[in-house]
């Protein structure tokens, strides 16, 4: 069941991440996990949080070979990465590892829902390696503390989805299924524009109500046609969009802060590209994601940039929604 040279040694790092964040959750109190660690520029970090980034370091040191070098990006460390085994330099690394430890803090801290490890792993071309260039990605649940069973995916370029559950602290593993929705329209199923934080909520919100008017029709007295799921991990999102959970889901909030700082109002934080690094599992499996031109998700491997990306849970869905939502888009000079 490997797939990537890398494979072996990043699930490890995974099944370490989830023992001991489980293990925390259970032993800690709520309080204590849900304290602000430090504030970085491109989020908060909380105690639940450094929990997990502790092992990165600590893992790639032990386990890192001469032969698989790479250059490790994530929160807390340098802007341009660590590289692995130490020593090496960045630019003879053979790959560059994008991470983000915990996807989902605030749900998981709480205990209202799990949240993801999430990894991307490209051939290593400098700063100038984008999401484009990622070949085998890897995501694991990190279960709530009542849950007994977590899953976890995988996927190599162009090789399709591997997926398992597995139980907490157990050796069992089954085979998981992976299949997205393959309906036609919104209608009765989960469609979402994020809109997580405090910050250009109206204007998200307002995106949200007209598309799916333009899509299934003005909204009926005491009828629900169909239902949002405000996931606060966007790991957790692209699961849900394999899965068959959810059939559409945009997170917008980029452009709409773009719009709204030039009003005088603060904007909020955005999708970073290690919160979307594992979006190739997604395209494995017949999702569609897309940025706001229609294309492939473009961006930098950091911990910066602002990304912007829609999903489809298939093609059809993509060509039925796209026209409505650029339409939308565009009416709000959001887009050109």
Request: glycine share 8%; aromatic share 6%; hydrophobic share 35%.
């Amino acid at each position: 069941m490997v797939s990537h040279p890398l494979h072996t040694l990043i699930a490890g790092l995974h099944d370490r991440i989830v023992s001991d964040v489980v293990s925390a959750c259970r032993q800690q109190d709520v309080d204590v996990l849900a304290g602000v660690d430090r504030q970085e520029s491109d989020d908060t970090i909380y105690a639940i949080d450094a929990v997990s980034e502790s092992h990165i370091d600590e893992h790639f040191r032990e386990r890192a070979t001469e032969e698989n070098s790479i250059v490790v990006i994530a929160e807390g460390f340098p802007g341009e990465g660590m590289t692995y085994p130490k020593g090496t330099a960045s630019q003879d690394a053979k790959w560059r590892v994008i991470i983000d430890p915990i996807d989902g803090t605030r749900g998981l801290m709480y205990q209202k829902r799990s949240a993801w490890i999430l990894t991307g792993v490209a051939p290593n071309k400098g700063e100038s390696t984008t999401l484009i260039d990622i070949e085998f990605a890897i995501q694991t649940e990190i279960p709530t503390i009542k849950q007994n069973l977590y899953d976890r995916l995988w996927a190599t370029s162009g090789s399709g989805v591997t997926a398992e559950r597995q139980e907490v602290g157990g050796k069992n593993r089954l085979a998981l299924a992976v299949k997205p929705s393959r309906a036609r329209t919104i209608e009765h199923g989960f469609s979402t524009v994020s809109r997580f934080f405090p910050g250009g909520r109206e204007v998200l919100a307002s995106i949200d109500d007209e598309l799916v008017e333009s899509l299934i029709g003005p909204v009926q007295k005491g009828r629900a046609a169909c239902f949002e799921d405000q996931y606060i991990s966007t790991g957790g999102q692209l699961y849900s969009l394999v899965t068959g959970k959810d059939r559409f889901i945009a997170d917008l909030r980029p452009v709409v802060y773009r719009a709204i700082e030039s009003t005088g109002v603060s904007p909020g934080i955005t999708c970073h590209p290690y919160d979307v690094c594992t979006e190739l599992i997604a395209r494995e499996a017949g999702v569609v994601i897309t940025d706001t031109d229609g294309q492939r998700l473009n961006y930098r491997l950091d911990t910066e940039s602002e990304v912007t990306w829609i999903g489809y849970a298939n093609s059809d869905l993509h060509d039925i929604i796209w026209p409505h939502l650029l339409r939308i888009l565009r009416q709000r000079s959001l887009v050109d």
